[in-house]
């Protein structure tokens, strides 16, 4: 074991220093990519009697050389005659230059020409063929554009305009054409000609709306052409102070309900739907793709945003259909960047630093409290037990012994008030005509809020360390003047150490104990002891009662993952056989690997047997027998592997200006292995699928769309392997009509949208193969008797524990969606968006099933269910430059999203309704309804009713409850099951919002964002006090309950906890409205401000600074439970960027 743990630990080192070794390689070679091009270019040419000014231009014309030299340097009277086959430049040179006084230097794609003996002439300098421009850019308003791009025509040569508007740029010569361009402003070309301060107004483009959207298998559609219901972020917006991706996307995207329900570090991704539940079958999951391939949303938190080139949410049937199988539920398409034509790289470097807090802790009583708190508890028991005496109160009051006496903060003594981490990215993006590239390193580091405990005790630190390396390397190569190769390689490594126990259940440990049991621990008595005298308290199943701190430290664990993911591209264009066609080939190939080692030894635990009051003195005993705390090693490994492959062809072409034509034919197929432990788990799982899209549109004013996906599935019978599922779509550009011109300048932008589709799900929650049966061999077969004797007897043989069912199929969902973008004023774009999904043949266990066919526990499953999801998501984006200081947009979102069901197998002859799931959404709560406390005696007297919790009697202080009738109006006066009903709203919210603006002044930015969530309810559960699990002793009190519980002295019917009890009270403990809380909230989720000096940003941003809610005893976020969950944190980031550019 220990040899396999040596290989994989000598495995993951190498792999980190192999990918980084890489990285590096790939760049060094990016940057010699322009010295590169000196020996790969060649020339094939012939001059007779030409001038050497001529024989420059044409090696400019024909390549991506540039001359720096002075006019006069060059005799133009001198002709030469010169031949030259398949030479480099400089071999091209030696023989124009022979005979002159001219000598050359090359410095990347820039030739310098000099006189011999001269100084060398510094290519930033400008000579009589060169020109220094510069000027303004401007729109038709006289307000400066910052970013605009000014290009020279041809070459790569170009700049951008600063925050002032203004530009400065070398232009080869005077002859030099000018492309100006900016979004949402038409392109000027304008020739220099003798200027040097050029003045450009550019004019508002009334088709801003040609924005390009990427879509469904990657393919890029024009805004103002889509049909469908997409959401698209800019990925700036996603930079947030986490370290997990989903958290930012709450309230940012339109059409998803996202909640973050832990702060748990390394795992505080958030949970998210597209438009909400659609099914409970339990697959509600959206679809990821990167880069065109699925990623699982792990790799997804992985990603840092600073790699992302686009972000897009499909939301209807217009895309999801293609993706078949598994796009029922949304797709979320992300591009990670790629390089560009550029005369340098452009380099960025982000480092931040952040210090973080866990919101909301539930706080603790102390000791004393504690104590007489249980005392009162005793008193409202039937038979009093053992109750603190008033001796040992006031002695731990006093502290006279604390380990007599103990009166111990767990929570403080185990969790630090603040963590940290470190996050830091470097990407390079470069390249030319011929190849470009983008390469990205990040490194994130954090250390949660655990104290160091262990090196107090042991030789060994078991603190939270998590460390995250991710790499994207992205390179685009052009073959020929029709074929493009991509290759992208990512790669991220977690290397995760801590603790032996999961970080949670550390919180809650710590939490849930209380203080007054046992010290953390006892002494040494001698110099003999051989371990630690752990605190503990006899009397539960496994020995002692868990001290959290010794459950902290007492073993570590690390475990390492990797997972590296390569894609080919071949882009072939086909306009030789037929114009607008290409050819498209993905071939995708994912590995991860994952390795764990723990370390765990046993804790001896300790209790007082034997104590004098008056001197303070004790003596204590091991509890059960001594155990060796040598500290045992234990290991694993596992891993997958996918290979997927792709090939498209796309078809696109205009017609006589005005008919668009788009056609896509697209094939895929995947399959998946992983380390198997069993031969079931030893087979592929493998999907295949065919998908096509033809769309039309005519003068960007009639738009129609339609798509199908046929896939297959392992899931299903070979006569129901294959689904279809279409979708068509319809759209109205009514800012495109003559009679619209009006109007042009106030809406410029007018479409109406509406799509109908099918969409499939093949993932039933029931596991692979469920059409066939499953036989258990050594099952018990049935029972009999055995004679006279009249006993049973057991008989063994195969049982069923499914049956086949050859008519099992896909959950088809059938989507319909109406939608309207518009445009006001160019600066503010609205779109709104109404949906309605009706969810059919859902799989599901029969619960309707007569006892009499005898088929016992065997599962006979079926698809029965259907459900419907309806809402309306709409979004609000306003951008505006006021002039060349002031910049300001503003964002809003809103998703409502309201699942029902329809249709479930329920027990036959059910006389109570309000029991049953139909008609209420999936994730309702369903409990008892509170007629608020019994207030005394009279009113005990008085509630006649009877109730199935009977461990206790009801009492003064206890709940009551309304006995619910029957579908016959009937009432029969006992409390049970059969009177819970459905209450409050869903646990996921059903609105999620989110506002904020972001606004600049000169060099200073300032943003903050609010999000919000309404139509939630959560259930408050688990946090009684006095009362443990079978291993937890007597549970912490918290304060609400403290403040908040009803007394003999306070018998207040509406006190908002009731009466104390010593042990779990079944009545009070029930799911009810009494415990029932509104969870919605409005948090000021993140704020940034930030300065910036030329390429260089200083800003400081925060997370989770605010949360106004009605519920205030945790993150109502969390959900429902104890409140002993890890918490969400409230994080502030210092942060510091540069780009490199010149």
Request: glycine share 8%; net charge neutral; hydrophobic share 35%.
């Amino acid at each position: 074991m220990e040899n396999e743990l040596k290989r994989a630990s000598i495995t993951k080192q190498l792999t980190k220093i192999i990918l980084v070794l890489g990285f590096l390689l790939v760049s060094l070679w990016s940057f010699a990519s322009n010295s590169a091009y000196a020996q790969e270019k060649k020339f094939t040419f012939e001059f007779n009697k030409t001038s050497i000014k001529e024989i420059l231009g044409y090696i400019e014309k024909h390549s991506e050389f540039i001359f720096m030299y002075r006019n006069d340097l060059l005799d133009t009277s001198r002709k030469v005659s010169v031949k030259i086959v398949g030479q480099e430049i400089e071999e091209v040179l030696r023989q124009l230059l022979t005979g002159t006084s001219i000598m050359y230097e090359i410095k990347g794609r820039q030739i310098a020409l000099k006189k011999k003996g001269v100084e060398n002439v510094n290519t930033s300098e400008q000579s009589n063929s060169k020109k220094l421009i510069q000027g303004l850019i401007k729109d038709d308003k006289g307000d400066i554009i910052i970013g605009a791009t000014i290009q020279v025509k041809g070459t790569n040569i170009g700049t951008v305009t600063d925050v002032d508007g203004l530009y400065h740029l070398t232009v080869p010569s005077s002859t030099s054409v000018l492309v100006i361009s900016y979004i949402g402003y038409e392109t000027q070309e304008v020739v220099v000609g003798n200027r040097q301060n050029i003045t450009i107004t550019l004019k508002e483009n009334v088709k801003e709306m040609e924005e390009v959207v990427i879509t469904a298998f990657g393919i890029g559609q024009k805004k103002e052409s889509m049909v469908g219901s997409v959401q698209q972020v800019k990925p700036s917006e996603l930079k947030v102070p986490s370290s997990s991706l989903s958290s930012s996307f709450a309230g940012r995207l339109s059409g998803v309900i996202a909640v973050q329900r832990s702060g748990q570090p390394g795992a505080d991704g958030a949970n998210f739907w597209i438009r909400g539940a659609s099914t409970f079958s339990g697959a509600t999951d959206a679809l990821i793709v990167l880069d065109g391939v699925e990623i699982n949303s792990v790799q997804l938190n992985a990603l840092d945003p600073e790699v992302i080139e686009s972000f897009s949410i499909l939301k209807d049937a217009t895309a999801t259909a293609l993706y078949g199988t598994r796009g029922a539920n949304g797709v979320m398409i992300i591009t990670t960047k790629n390089g560009s034509d550029l005369a340098k790289p452009i380099i960025n470097f982000r480092v931040e630093g952040a210090v973080s807090q866990l919101t909301d802790v539930p706080t603790m009583v102390d000791g004393v409290t504690y104590m007489n708190l249980y005392n009162e508890a005793q008193t409202r028991e039937p038979a009093t037990l053992d109750v603190y005496s008033s001796e040992q109160i006031e002695a731990t009051e006093n502290r006279i012994n604390p380990y007599l006496y103990p009166n111990v903060d767990w929570y403080n003594e185990m969790f630090k008030k603040n963590s940290f981490a470190q996050r830091f990215n470097f990407n390079i993006r470069g390249g030319s005509k011929r190849m470009d590239y983008f390469m990205s390193a990040s490194v994130k580091h954090t250390d949660g809020n655990l104290k160091s405990l262990s090196k107090n005790f042991y030789s060994y630190n078991n603190n939270l360390n998590i460390w995250n390396y991710d790499f994207v390397n992205n390179l685009n190569i052009k073959a020929t003047s029709t074929t493009k190769v991509s290759l992208g390689l990512n790669a991220s490594i977690k290397e995760w150490d801590g603790p032996e126990k999961d970080v949670a259940s550390i919180f809650s440990s710590a939490l849930m104990a209380n203080p007054v049991d046992f010290p953390i621990y006892f002494p040494a008595e001698s110099m003999e002891d051989t371990h630690i005298r752990w605190g503990g308290k006899s009397g539960a199943p496994n020995g002692s009662y868990v001290n959290p701190v010794a459950d902290y430290v007492s073993g570590y664990s690390s475990y390492s993952q990797t997972t590296v993911v390569a894609n080919l591209r071949i882009n072939q264009k086909l306009d030789m056989f037929v114009k607008g066609l290409e050819f498209n080939a993905l071939i995708s190939y994912k590995n991860r690997s994952y390795s764990e080692s723990l370390r765990k030894g046993n804790i001896n635990q300790y209790e007082i047997n034997s104590s004098d009051p008056a001197t303070s003195k004790y003596t204590t005993g091991i509890i059960g027998t001594e155990k060796s705390t040598e500290l045992k090693t234990e290991g694993s490994t596992t891993g997958d592997r996918r290979l997927y492959i792709q090939a498209t062809l796309n078809y696109n072409r205009k017609f006589n200006k005005v008919h668009d034509v788009n056609a896509m034919l697209l094939y895929n197929q995947e399959e998946n292995n992983s380390d198997p432990v069993d031969l079931f788990t030893s087979l592929p799982r493998r999907k295949q699928g065919i998908a096509g899209r033809l769309s039309y549109a005519f003068s960007h004013k009639y738009l129609i769309e339609a798509n199908f996906g046929y896939n297959g599935s392992e899931n299903f019978p070979k006569s129901k392997k294959f689904g279809f599922f279409p979708s068509v779509a319809l759209g109205y550009n009514i800012a495109e009509e003559n009679f619209w011109k009006p109007l042009k300048n106030i809406l410029p932008q007018f479409k109406m949208r509406a799509s109908w589709g099918l969409v499939g799900n093949d993932q039933t929650g029931a596991g692979r193969f469920t059409f066939l049966e499953d036989l258990n061999n050594a099952g018990i077969a049935f029972m009999t008797g055995t004679g006279s004797s009249g006993q049973s007897k057991t008989l063994s043989g195969p049982t069923w524990i499914r049956y086949a069912n050859p008519n099992l199929t896909w959950e088809v969902g059938e989507k319909i969606n109406v939608g309207l973008d518009t445009r006001i004023f160019y600066d503010l774009a609205f779109s709104i968006d109404f949906f309605k999904e009706k969810r059919t043949d859902i799989f599901m266990e029969r619960a309707s099933i007569p006892a009499m066919l005898g088929t016992g526990a065997t599962k006979i499953s079926a698809n029965l269910g259907e459900m419907e999801n309806k809402g309306i998501d709409a979004s609000l984006d306003y951008n505006k430059q006021f002039n060349k200081n002031w910049f300001i947009s503003f964002k809003g979102t809103f998703t409502y999203a309201h699942n029902k069901i329809l249709k479930r197998d329920e027990p036959l002859n059910r006389q109570y309704p309000n029991v049953s799931t139909i008609g209420n959404p999936v994730n309702t709560i369903y409990g008892y309804i509170s007629d608020g406390l019994i207030k005394d005696q009279a009113m005990l007297d008085a509630y006649d009713k009877t109730h199935g919790f009977a461990n206790f009697p009801l009492m003064p202080g206890d709940i009551k409850y309304k006995d619910i009738a029957d579908v016959n109006g009937n009432t029969d006066n006992v409390i049970n099951t059969n009177d819970r009903v459905a209450m409050g709203y869903p646990t996921v919210p059903e609105i999620i919002y989110g506002f904020g603006p972001s606004i600049k002044f000169k060099n200073l930015d300032f943003s903050f964002f609010f999000q919000g969530a309404a139509r939630t309810s959560l259930m408050m559960s688990g946090f009684h006090p006095f009362v443990g699990n079978s291993n937890t002793a007597r549970r912490g009190v918290l304060d609400f309950v403290a403040e908040n519980c009803w007394t003999t002295t306070n018998p207040n019917e509406f006190a908002k906890y009731p009466r104390l009890t010593s042990k779990d009270n079944l009545n009070n403990n029930q799911n009810s409205s009494y415990w029932l809380r509104d969870a919605s909230f409005l948090k000021l989720k993140n704020a940034e401000i930030g300065y910036t000096i030329k390429n260089m940003r200083f800003y400081i941003s925060g997370s989770n600074l605010l949360t106004i809610s009605s519920f205030k005893l945790w993150d109502p976020e969390m959900g429902g439970g104890s409140g002993m969950k890890y918490p969400t944190q409230r994080t502030i980031n210092f942060g510091f960027q540069m780009t490199i550019n010149n």
